[in-house]
Each structure stands twice: as structure tokens, then as C-alpha cells.
């Protein structure tokens, strides 16, 4: 009798958490999907005044001491950003509800001045501090706290970018290496879906291109994908070794945070006079496009590496991960014809390999290939996830991921990753 209890009290228990999570993800998800639709048109209507007017650039060490003051008077220039809200899913910290507006308005300015930077830092901020603010509201417990900030994670990620799937595995993934957090499958799933949903309202595209070249699977084409894919890792390290220097020295050379952005700005306006053109300002996601077409310039990878570690580590909002897709498009595009490849396919298996190198995440990244680019290519695309996730070693865009596992032997290492 009482073993009946027990189990009927356990079902109990598991279907209110499984319903009052769905209300939960689904609030989440609606007002992340409100808020990464408003961020997404935002960052689509600054980028179009700065195409149309070009001299816009020439504000962008202004708009950098903008930011400046603005994440001074709210006292977060000590945020990590980022890292602060992975690190929140762990700990106990809290996420301040000034955060989002603030990283929203300032990934606007830098978009608008021409800064090159993605929008997945900002849409992973948004989203935990979403996240965080509805669990407040609800008075969630500590360790539903870290899951409803996954969910708003998630949520942002998915209206953004129109990959739910991949927003939701990418928010359970990315927290820890080699430990996935399970728990939060449903809300973030959810969350995701929600916040696609209403992204749709919004007539917002989901992020996806069309390969016109998928080579045959067999031992060649195979070894070929592999080379690229360790070319990828050895790139991926390249830039979060310049992102971690940058985030380093540049704040110990410049020690006041309005002139090393008045500086930042003022390199990127010389540097882009230098190279003559504006790829290399904003995501670039027209340049992203133009190498999965199979048309990329040669070095286009190395600039944007220069232009993202520079505005990053200036003081610049935003994120890596546009500009990652844009080195790894571009480096594919180059390398892949040498190696015999497609330069169009090539530019697809690099995206999805230097993302997966830079944020230590292959289960969201062999998704992300079927929701970007569809499935006729997927055996390819799992190859360079799993061959770059292992060559990149313990290296990682956020330096408050944890490694808990090796990557190499089934062992607990429990390392921060950089």
C-alpha cells in the first residue's frame, strides 16, 4: 500500500512540474519572442541606414563611448556579458533587469556605426534576463532558476535566428561540456517553439540557405571534409586565443573604457578605409550568403578576425557567433576547392565546423546544419563536427564554460575552458 502511494504521489509530482513548466516556457518564450523579434527588425533597420549611408561609420568611436557611459551609469561595466549569463545558470547569481535593455540599445549603436559583431551575445543576454526576471515574478527556487534562464536563453536564440531546435540543445549544451542538462529539454523546447511562433507573426525569415552542391558520400570526399574540418579547429583556436588576448591586455593598455572605445572605433574606421569596402562591418550576413553561392575572397576569414576582436575587446556589444559563421562561410569557401571540394558546400561545412569548434557544442551544431541548410548533406556535416569539437581542444569563446569532461578519454577534468 504505501509502495502505491509513493508511486501515485511520484506521478503526481512529475505531471504538475510537466505542466506548470509548459506554462512557464511559454510565457517565456512569448516575451522572448516579442523582444528578439523587436531586437531582430532593430538590428535589420540600423544595418539598412548604414548601407544606404555609408559615412554613418565615422560615428562609431562615438557610439563606442556611448556605450561606455551608459553601461558605467547602470554600474555593469564589470558584467561579463555573456559569460555572466552562462555562469548564472551555475551559480547563484543573479541577472540585473537593466542588463537587457542595455545590451539591446547598445548592439543597435554598434550595428548602426558599423562595429563588427554578431547578435547571439545580445540574444543570449536578452533571453536570460528574461528568463531570470519571469522566474522572479513566479519566485522560483534556485536550481528553477537556472532552468528557466536556459528557457529564455533558448527563446531569444530561436526568434533570432529561426532555428528552435538548435536554440534549444545550443542552451542545454553550452553551459557545461560533456554534461547535458536534460532537465530543461521541455521548457527550452517550448520556449524555443513559443518564441519561433511569434518571431513568424513578425514575417521574420528563419536564417537557412540552399546548397546547390552536395558531393557524393565516400572515402575520399569523407577525408576531404576531415582536413577541412581540422583546418577549422586550428582557425577556431587562432581566434579565441586573439578574443581572450584582447578581452585581456587591451583593458590593461587602455585602462579607461571611453578612450579604449574611442580608439576601437577609430581603428575600425581606418582599417575599413584601408581595405577599401564595408564587408567587414556589421554580421556580413550578405557575405555569408555570397560564400555558401561559392564567392568569397581569399583572406576575407583573417579580416574579420581583426575587425571582431578589435570591436569586442573595445568595448563593443553584439556577440561572436555572426561573425564566427562568417570566417568559418568564408574559410570554407577558400580552402574547400583546393581540397577538391564544392566552394559553396565547403563555405556550409566550414560554418557549421568553426561554430562548433568555438562553442564546444556538436550535438547543437550537427542541428544546426539540418535547420540551416537541410539534411541531404547531414553525414558530411557530422563528420567536421566531430572531428573539430575534438581538435579544437579546451578552447572556447566564453570563458566561463566549463570542460567537465575530456574530450579525449572518459574522464572527469572539470576545467574552465578560454
Not at 157 to 175: K, N, Q
Not at 245 to 268: M, Q
Not at 345 to 358: K, R
Request: net charge positive; hydrophobic share 50%.
Amino acid at each position: 500500500m504505501k509502495f502505491k502511494d509513493y508511486s501515485f504521489k511520484k506521478a503526481a509530482e512529475y505531471i504538475f512540474n510537466f505542466f506548470k513548466w509548459i506554462f512557464l516556457a511559454c510565457v517565456t518564450g512569448a516575451v522572448g519572442g516579442l523582444v528578439g523579434s523587436a531586437f531582430h527588425l532593430s538590428i535589420e533597420y540600423v544595418t539598412g541606414i548604414r548601407e544606404k549611408y555609408t559615412w554613418v561609420i565615422y560615428f562609431l568611436p562615438l557610439g563606442g563611448i556611448v556605450i561606455a557611459f551608459l553601461y558605467k551609469i547602470c554600474r555593469l561595466d564589470k558584467n561579463g556579458g555573456t559569460d555572466f549569463i552562462i555562469s548564472s545558470v551555475r551559480e547563484k547569481e543573479k541577472v540585473p533587469l537593466l542588463l537587457a535593455p542595455l545590451i539591446f540599445v547598445s548592439t543597435v549603436i554598434t550595428h548602426l556605426c558599423g562595429g563588427s559583431a554578431g547578435r547571439e551575445g545580445a540574444a543570449l543576454q536578452l533571453g536570460g534576463t528574461i528568463g531570470s526576471q519571469v522566474g522572479s515574478v513566479f519566485r522560483l527556487g534556485e536550481k528553477d532558476m537556472h532552468l528557466i534562464i536556459m528557457c529564455g536563453m533558448s527563446g531569444v536564440f530561436s526568434a533570432l535566428f529561426g532555428t528552435p531546435l538548435t536554440a534549444t540543445v545550443f542552451a542545454m549544451e553550452v553551459i557545461s561540456v560533456g554534461v547535458v542538462y536534460y532537465s530543461s529539454l521541455v521548457p527550452s523546447l517550448t520556449s524555443s517553439l513559443v518564441a519561433y511562433a511569434v518571431s513568424r507573426l513578425f514575417k521574420i525569415a528563419p536564417v537557412a540557405f540552399k546548397l546547390s552542391q552536395i558531393p557524393q558520400i565516400g572515402v575520399k570526399s569523407l577525408l576531404k571534409a576531415v582536413v577541412l574540418a581540422t583546418v577549422c579547429a586550428v582557425v577556431s583556436i587562432v581566434f579565441c586565443i586573439l578574443m581572450h588576448l584582447g578581452h585581456t591586455y587591451l583593458p590593461k593598455l587602455i585602462k579607461n573604457s571611453f578612450l579604449r572605445a574611442a580608439a576601437g572605433g577609430t581603428l575600425i574606421i581606418l582599417l575599413t578605409l584601408l581595405v577599401g569596402n564595408y564587408d567587414y562591418n556589421g554580421a556580413g550576413m550578405n557575405i555569408i550568403e555570397n560564400a555558401i553561392n561559392g564567392s568569397a575572397v581569399p583572406y576575407a576569414f583573417l579580416l574579420k578576425m581583426i575587425f571582431t576582436v578589435i570591436t569586442i575587446s573595445c568595448g563593443y556589444k553584439g556577440g561572436e557567433i555572426v561573425p564566427t559563421f562568417f570566417i568559418g562561410a568564408t574559410l570554407g569557401c577558400a580552402v574547400g576547392p583546393l581540397l577538391g571540394l564544392p566552394a559553396g558546400f565547403s563555405a556550409a561545412l566550414g560554418l557549421v565546423a568553426l561554430f562548433c569548434s568555438v562553442v564546444n557544442c556538436p550535438i547543437a551544431s550537427m542541428i544546426l546544419s539540418v535547420e540551416m541548410f537541410g539534411s541531404e548533406g547531414f553525414v558530411f556535416f557530422g563528420v567536421v563536427c566531430a572531428v573539430s569539437y575534438v581538435l579544437s581542444g579546451y578552447y572556447s569563446l566564453y570563458g566561463t564554460q566549463k570542460i567537465m569532461y575530456s574530450k579525449v578519454k572518459a574522464e572527469y577534468i572539470n576545467i574552465n575552458a578560454w
